[in-house]
């Protein structure tokens, strides 16, 4: 008997929209895959799924969905289950701000709204591995040497390409504007030198003439910001609809967020040799600070309506006179992969045999985080993504939930301990020796320490800088793309 026909509207309603930044490889690519499988097994047969990838290019797009299509024709194998489950990919190269800008104003476009956006796309930066210290810190060191390794090979300095098509005199102009601006705001275990997709590994150059980005920093952080910001149309919900589930944005971070390596004065992390770590410290503190007090006069202005920004009169916006956070804007989630063995660096098939082999042996000498596969890496990220708002525990935006499994490999969710913030950003002591006896602390590197009531308003106070940094960068940007592409037109007529 075929299924009876439904409007548009219901059939949208009834429609999860999830975009999932970086997807041809690796975790991006199983994040896909668990996504499928739990919709499929969990979620009522008249709801369907529309997953949004995306990669650099059209052609990996569509090599990615012929991949996916087979995935689910072999795991779930009927036509109902498949006929569920369709497709809207979308390229756009995150190191690339107009690119970034284009890919937001083409969804907002052609799709009704986004639910969850997962923001796992980026770059590592690392340009080798250090072999003898590798081999010596795993010999005498394996569980802590495979989760927090001090053995990458990195540079400093990886800027962006060129963003802007300026004169000379336009771009000095700009650049001097947008110097002044920043110096008053306060100037899933990734591995190997490539990227995952989603991320232009080119490098900048010197004496370009405008406002130089990170590389790392763009890839790994400020895309993400400035894309979130833009789809903000499709991510924000009408506060008088209770039954609306909240849109959700969910970064993904890592288990190297640590905080040695990140610094105030050096943001976009130009200057340090630890750009991968920093880019993922910087994600812990923007998400988990997201929906405090603090925060709220540059969260205000980032959740606001963008519709100004994408036009060509954008100005510098200004915060809004709040207490609490704006009931419609979505809520950011941070996650963490655990240590997934990924194809990001190419390793000889001996030496990768040796690295996984390695994994497995930390895992059974007790470590939870070494999930190994991306399949098992995607079960935190999922969690958030598919559950109901009333089956999340009321504070989940304050934990940073991880993807780790048990000696045999079952995947599990597990909360993560974060530098300066804790298990869920309660500095009493109590709350957090109850936490170590519920098994919070199995898997914490070593020096880890409680959480005191300075260092969690330090952790506040940080990411309340974060975010006054990056809305000043996001706001110069915008006007700096504007004028660009008004120049752009000027030249083409």
Not at 90 to 107: F, G, Y
Not at 235 to 260: C, F, Q, T, Y
Request: glycine residues 10%; charged residues 25%.
């Amino acid at each position: 008997m075929a299924a009876p026909s439904r409007s548009k509207a219901a059939t949208d309603a009834d429609c999860t929209y999830i975009l999932i930044t970086g997807v041809n490889a690796g975790l991006g690519f199983a994040i896909c895959c668990r996504l499928i499988d739990e919709f499929l097994s969990t979620r009522p047969i008249l709801q369907t799924l529309k997953l949004i990838p995306t990669t650099r290019t059209p052609a990996k797009s569509e090599a990615t969905i012929q991949r996916l299509r087979a995935y689910t024709a072999k795991h779930h194998p009927r036509p109902e289950q498949a006929a569920r489950i369709s497709y809207h990919p979308e390229h756009l190269d995150l190191t690339v701000l107009h690119s970034v800008r284009k890919a937001a104003q083409r969804l907002v476009r052609d799709i009704p709204r986004l639910d969850v956006v997962i923001l796992n796309a980026g770059l590592a930066g690392f340009t080798g591995l250090d072999w003898p210290r590798a081999v010596w810190d795993c010999l005498t060191d394996l569980k802590q040497a495979t989760v927090w390794p001090q053995f990458a090979i990195t540079e400093k300095g990886w800027k962006t390409g060129k963003q802007l098509r300026r004169t000379p005199r336009e771009q000095t102009l700009a650049e001097l504007s947008f110097a002044t601006s920043v110096t008053e705001a306060g100037s899933g275990h990734g591995e190997g030198g490539k990227q995952d997709d989603g991320a232009n590994g080119g490098r900048g150059e010197e004496g370009r003439g405008e406002p130089v980005l990170g590389e790392i920093f763009c890839a790994n952080v400020f895309g993400h910001y400035m894309l979130t910001h833009d789809l903000l149309p499709l991510s924000r919900r009408n506060p008088s609809d209770s039954k609306e589930e909240p849109g959700r944005i969910i970064w993904i971070s890592s288990l190297e967020a640590v905080a040695e390596e990140f610094s105030l004065s050096d943001i976009q992390a130009l200057n340090t040799l630890g750009a991968y770590r920093s880019s993922k410290r910087l994600t812990d503190f923007l998400a988990l600070t997201s929906n405090l007090s603090g925060t709220l006069p540059y969260t205000s202005t980032f959740f606001s309506d963008p519709s100004s920004s994408l036009s060509s009169s954008a100005q510098t916006p200004s915060p809004p006179s709040l207490s609490v956070p704006d009931s419609s804007q979505p809520t950011m989630y941070v996650t963490q992969p655990g240590v997934c063995s990924t194809g990001i660096i190419a390793l000889h098939p001996i030496l990768d045999f040796f690295k996984v082999l390695g994994l497995y042996f930390s895992r059974l000498c007790g470590s939870p985080w070494q999930t190994v596969s991306s399949y098992t890496g995607a079960v935190s990220v999922v969690y958030l993504a598919l559950a109901l708002s009333s089956a999340l525990p009321p504070n989940a935006s304050a934990v940073k939930y991880g993807s780790s499994t048990d000696r045999w490999g079952r995947g599990r969710i597990k909360r993560t301990e974060v530098e300066g913030w804790g298990w869920n950003g309660i500095w009493e002591g109590s709350e957090d020796v109850r936490g170590m006896e519920m098994g919070w602390g199995e898997g914490r590197r070593r020096g880890a320490k409680i959480v005191s009531k300075e260092e969690r308003e330090g952790f506040e106070e940080a990411g309340r800088e974060c975010w006054r940094y990056l809305e000043g960068l996001r706001a110069d940007w915008e006007r700096l793309l504007n004028e660009d592409l008004e120049v752009g037109d000027v030249e083409e007529k």
